[in-house]
């Protein structure tokens, strides 16, 4: 039985190496670029582009035979013929190395430095040589044996293996033949990205070229694209919305929670907005045109209207019941409220105590938590100081006549900090 052999190279250590003639030591040309196809085959090089004087020729894998010391030799009677590029070729070297990628795993932006690639020979097999694309580089050893591009190649290998493997498998990385420039990505299911935390994904925003950027946040969902768009700064928050239309903002806009929602807008042209607004849901849109109303300094403006208000005669199973039902953020929740018959507050209980207490328990024989509250109007820094005072987890907002119409949580209050530093 013929067994298949395998021979591990890489982009950086073919570059420039000598592709030889068939039945001598004469060199057709120096390796310039590999060419891929992914139309017909995206896992595997077709060709490699040698540079010969002032042209550059095009040599099919199958054309070539590897000999016992690694060396690359044309086949007998194959003679090279003169590359021609078109949009539906991938070049390694220039369209891939020094790439935008997403590290999956490692939930950051990541440069391609180098890729692994691997010979494979079948003899019972047609062609009989392959040049398989294993993985992408994004580690330190790809950076190296780019760096000693050019050395012989054991030595480029023996520095290189000192530094650890970061290779990315090349089933993750999708080409986007349908660009004109080239661009890739990894591939991400919908899955994936709403399992990545909406602060790591919009750091990941931040560190992508603009084309990329715009790119990843268009192929997410609504619900996710909210998250995110929440957690970017509000210049980018511009930047990412600016190439969509207004029903497709309006539907990211309706996920988001309607504070955000409000600062959102608020950013934009009246014009803008009101072309948003028009899009919207009539529910939500009248939630985000109360708090727009507000001066973003001010409590109100920092505030949500998704919280869990319930008759301070109500029992424990009815409070559970409402927060199986809530549709906002759920983590964020940490105590409900307690209303009298006017609609004022009269006590908080922790999230715990509901745990805790058995299902037929009134709500107001709970343990309550300390009330702390404050006026619509009162401004952040005050906001703030409340919240380091009595260190809360959030803070209900009461307008003239002390009902209760919004909550300030405590990412509000760190997002104001932030941007205050």
Not at 53 to 82: K, M, N, S, T, Y
Not at 242 to 252: H, M
Not at 278 to 305: H, K
Request: charged share 25%; proline share 5%.
């Amino acid at each position: 039985m013929t067994r298949s052999t395998h021979h591990r190279t890489s982009v950086s250590a073919l570059m420039a190496a000598p592709v030889l003639s068939a039945t001598a030591d004469s060199t057709v040309g120096r390796i310039k670029e590999f060419a891929v196809s992914p139309l017909v085959d995206a896992h595997h090089v077709f060709g490699l582009v040698l540079r010969h004087g002032g042209r550059l020729l095009l040599v099919p894998i199958a054309a070539l035979q590897l000999g016992l010391h690694g060396e690359i030799r044309l086949q007998p009677e194959v003679e090279p013929e003169i590359f021609a590029d078109n949009e539906t070729i991938l070049l390694l070297e220039r369209d891939l190395l020094d790439q935008q990628i997403i590290d999956v795993n490692g939930h950051k932006v990541v440069r391609v430095n180098d890729v692994n690639l691997v010979w494979e020979h079948h003899p019972e097999s047609a062609p009989h040589l392959r040049l398989r694309i294993a993985e992408v580089e994004i580690g330190l050893r790809g950076a190296v044996r780019r760096l000693l591009k050019g050395l012989p190649r054991t030595t480029v290998e023996r520095v290189a293996d000192r530094f650890k493997a970061t290779p990315i498998p090349w089933n993750f990385v999708d080409l986007i033949d349908r660009d004109p420039a080239r661009r890739v990505r990894l591939k991400i299911e919908q899955e994936g990205l709403a399992r990545i935390h909406p602060s790591d994904l919009a750091d990941i925003l931040e560190e992508l070229a603009p084309a990329e950027r715009q790119a990843l946040f268009q192929s997410l969902d609504e619900d996710v694209a909210a998250e995110a768009l929440e957690e970017v700064t509000p210049k980018l928050q511009q930047t990412l919305i600016e190439s969509l239309d207004s029903e497709q903002i309006a539907g990211i806009v309706e996920e988001m929670d309607p504070g955000a929602a409000a600062d959102l807008l608020s950013e934009l042209s009246d014009e803008r907005s009101e072309a948003i607004l028009d899009e919207m849901d009539p529910e939500e849109r009248q939630e985000v045109e109360e708090l727009l109303e507000f001066s973003g300094d001010s409590a109100a403006g920092r505030m949500t209207t998704e919280y869990i208000a319930l008759p301070v005669q109500d029992s424990v199973a009815t409070a559970i019941a409402a927060l199986r039902e809530f549709e906002g953020d759920v983590e964020n929740v940490t105590e409900i409220y307690l209303l009298d018959d006017e609609q004022h507050i009269v006590a908080l209980i922790p999230l715990v105590q509901l745990l805790l207490a058995p299902p037929h328990a009134s709500l107001q024989s709970l343990p309550h938590g300390h009330l702390v509250t404050c006026h619509q109007e009162v401004n952040g820094k005050k906001v703030a100081e409340l919240f380091d005072k009595y260190n809360l987890h959030s803070l209900p907002v009461l307008d003239d006549e002390r009902k209760l119409v919004g909550v300030v949580h405590a990412e509000q209050v760190i997002s104001l900090l932030r941007s205050r530093s």
